[in-house]
């Protein structure tokens, strides 16, 4: 019994390494995609971290009003996703 749970569990391991996910090729293509648009960005204004100026957005009054109905609603639960297939499981 004990030889039927090692074969067993030797045949489950070489099924599971035989699966060979194709993610690296894609990973790859995009490595340091990131640090590369990050330089661009600071040769092209390279002070921007002296930029002492706010960027423009919401006014106070608006951000507060939207961070207090966030708070208000963050207690609430989820509304019930709709059923997509007519119920049928």
Known sequence: ???????????TLSACA????????????RFGADVRATLAQQILYPAAGSNSDPAAGVDGRSARAAYERYLKNAGEPAAQAPVLNGGAK
Do not use: E
């Not at 019994?1 to 045949?11: D, E, H």
């Not at 035989?18 to 293509?29: A, G, H, M, R, Y």
């Open 1 to 11: 019994m004990r030889n039927l749970l090692i074969l067993l569990a030797a045949v």
């Open 18 to 29: 035989s699966l060979q996910v194709q993610t690296t090729p894609q990973w790859d293509s």
